[in-house]
Structures are given as C-alpha cells and as structure tokens.
C-alpha cells in the first residue's frame, strides 16, 4: 500500500512533542551486536528474484534517484536474512532489524504487531520518509529518537522511520542501514537537507565509538534458524577473523561507487577467467554471489552446471562435484580463495527453496546484465560467510579476512 505523501505529511502537523535530551554515554570501545540467522524462502526462484530484483533497484537508485522498480513476482525483501536486536525510546521498544549494508535509513514498524511507539525522547522532524528496496519499500514519518544500541550505549538523537506502511518484509521489524550516508540523499519530503546522519556516523560522531567503522562477521551454517553472527561498531573483532585484514579503496565507478563497492576480478581454477577486474558492490542484503551475464556464462561452461527450472540456480551432479575447482576473488592486489564447498547452497536446505533434497545447487547466479556496466557483480551474504569485512567510512575502504570458516567444508 502506497499512502499519498500529502497525506502523510498533513498528519505530521498534529505530532508537538518536546522533550529534553538524556546526557550521552560516552563509550570509546567498540559495541558489539549479536546476529541471528533466518532463512525466509517463500517461493521457489525467491532466490534468484530476490537478488536480481534487488541488484536492479541498487542500480537504479544510482541513476535515477529513490525511485522503485516493479517486481512482477511475490517476493518477500529477503531471503536470508541477518538480524539484530536494538531499543528505540526512553524506554525503550525492542525491534528486529534486518542489517543491510545496501541502503543507510533505519526505521522500524514492519509489523503491525510492534509499530513505532512515542515515548519521552520522540522529536518528530516534520519528514515524511520512504525508502524502496527493489522487493520491498516503507513509508512513513521521520522522528529524531534515543536509539539504544546495546545496554549501557544509546545515540541520543537518531534519525529513524516510523512505518505507516511497508511491504516485501516478513518476520522483521525494519532495517538498521549501515551503507554509506549518500544513500539516505532523496529518501525524506521535504528535508531541508541532502542527508541524515546513519547510525554509524551518530556513534562515532558523539563519541560513543572510537571509529568511523563497522565490522562484521558471518559463519556458514545448515540450520534454518540460528545465532550466528555478530557486527561490531568503531572497530574490528580479532577473535573472529585469522590473518590480517587488507583493505581495498572504495571504488570510483559509478554505480558502485554509491555503495559499498570495489574493484575485482574472478578467476575459476588455475587459469579460467570468469570476470576481469571491475566495479561492483558487497551488500548484506543480497544472498547470493551474483555475477554479470557474460561472466554467468563462463562460469556455466567452466563447471558443466545446468539451470535447474524449479529453483532458477545451477545444479551440479556429484561427479562434476568431485571435480569442482575454487573460485578466486582478487581485490587491490590480494587473493581471497572460495572453495568448492563454499560453492554449493547447504543441501539440507534444498527443500526450503523447492530444490531435491539430493541435488547439489550452485550460490552464483546470473547478475541479468553484461559487464561494463559500473556493477558487475555483488558479492552477497554467501561471499560473505566465508570472510570477516570491515566497512570503513572514514577511509573510505573495505576491508576482508580470512575466517576459521574460509575453508571450511559444511554444505
């Protein structure tokens, strides 16, 4: 449901709340956030239409603005999705908020059981506010509230949507954006400014946090449900990674370079090129690895991988399996190897995605675009679980490590 912003805007006028500020809790250790893992699959293809419908809306926000693009299948925003709990008010509701690192605004109110709730530290700004998400989109009014983090750290004054009305999002509250602020340009009517402050910037901005930087770290796991993951605000959690962590400079090709994005290439094996070095992104909220359509087609033909039609990913037989080689990303000069088992989509969630509980399903898929495009891949929350990354704002970098799971064989 899409609400006319006239409207929304009208009822804004009736919101006069004002209330003093509690004193800030100054920190300087970074905070760190417990994640939960929930597969959401509601459909067979709700992979792949998940990914690429999302892969579209990140290109055209780029281009054109916060604008949606249709989506002629019911999706759900996620399929897979990383949670963390966080406190909105004084005191404080509890929310379950999707981590996205594709988009910067956060709000809650998904639900209609848990809707944004005023409380003594709410400031409405008089915004409407609306954020599309390719599969999904909320709209609703834009407050400055207390936004507690963890127990003993609150930001005191965080721009947050309050949905009046939301689609796509099931089994979470609303999204905690930690993309680059430039994302937030465009979201708020009529704002007075280009954009707001993220949750990130807040932290570090009011001395909550020693650094302008989010770490986080994914493991791979076969369960449908489960604790798995933790993010880690102004700073990085050495127990979590092996190695160093090397970072590469956010990229300047545009529509990448509005993200989280990098410059790499892929290569199948010793020698196989799959895609030459060039710009895409590392966003939480995609799923999959996806990759341009050229290079979709020689990683087909590397592996002898078909299109399974019910679950819209390529599928393996155990023979081409025993020998599937590694996938190798270089970013900036360094090499990061992604085994053959971090290859395959957890077989005993097959049936979750309409799959045979047999098969072997590959997580790369088809970007839906040539390269040469500015966004050419997206190594999504499968890449991911594989690497501990670093998202710096203040250098403007990302940054990756190995993990005790790089190599881990689980699926």
Do not use: C
């Not at 959401?40 to 690429?52: E, G, I, K, M």
């Amino acid at each position: 449901m899409t609400i006319p912003r006239r409207s929304l805007l009208s009822t804004l006028l009736f919101f006069a709340l004002g209330v003093a500020a509690n004193p800030v809790v100054v920190n300087h250790s970074p905070i760190k956030l417990t994640l939960f893992k929930q597969h959401n699959f509601t459909s067979a293809h709700n992979l792949v239409t998940h990914d690429q419908a999302r892969a579209e809306q990140l290109k055209n926000r780029a281009y054109k603005g916060n604008v949606a693009v249709p989506v002629n299948t019911q999706i759900t925003n996620q399929a897979v999705t990383y949670t963390a709990s966080v406190g909105v008010g004084n005191p404080p509701t509890t929310y379950s908020l999707l981590i996205d690192t594709g988009s910067s605004n956060t709000w809650v109110g998904a639900t209609q059981g848990k809707p944004y709730r005023f409380s003594t530290s709410t400031r409405p700004t008089t915004n409407f506010v609306e954020v599309s998400y390719g599969s999904g989109s909320f709209q609703g009014f834009e407050v400055d509230d207390k936004l507690k983090i963890s127990p003993n750290v609150a930001i005191q004054s965080q721009s947050i949507g309050a949905a009046i009305a939301s689609q796509g999002f099931n089994g979470v509250d609303g999204i905690l954006g930690i993309g680059p602020v430039g994302l937030t340009a465009g979201t708020l009517f009529p704002a007075t400014t280009s954009t707001v402050p993220t949750v990130t910037d807040n932290l570090f901005n009011q001395g909550l946090i020693p650094a302008n930087q989010v770490g986080i770290y994914f493991a791979p796991t076969t369960q449908q449900s489960v604790q798995n993951g933790e993010l880690t605000y102004g700073g990085t959690d050495s127990s979590k990674y092996t190695g160093t962590i090397s970072y590469t400079p956010v990229t300047t090709t545009s529509p990448a370079s509005r993200y989280w994005g990098i410059n790499q290439s892929i290569r199948y094996g010793p020698s196989t090129a799959i895609l030459s070095t060039t710009a895409g992104i590392v966003d939480t909220g995609t799923t999959l690895i996806l990759i341009a359509s050229d290079a979709f087609s020689r990683y087909t033909s590397a592996t002898g991988a078909v299109l399974d039609n019910t679950t819209g990913l390529l599928s393996i037989t155990p023979a081409q399996y025993a020998k599937l080689q590694s996938l190798y990303f270089t970013t900036n000069g360094v090499t990061y190897t992604f085994t053959a088992n971090a290859q395959l989509f957890p077989r005993s969630l097959n049936t979750l995605i309409g799959g045979t509980a047999s098969n072997i399903y590959l997580i790369v898929a088809n970007l839906g675009s040539p390269s040469g495009r500015g966004l050419d891949f997206i190594n999504g929350y499968a890449f991911l679980e594989r690497f501990y990354s670093v998202f710096d704002t203040a250098n403007k970098r990302v940054g990756f490590a190995t993990t005790a799971f790089t190599t881990a064989t689980t699926n």
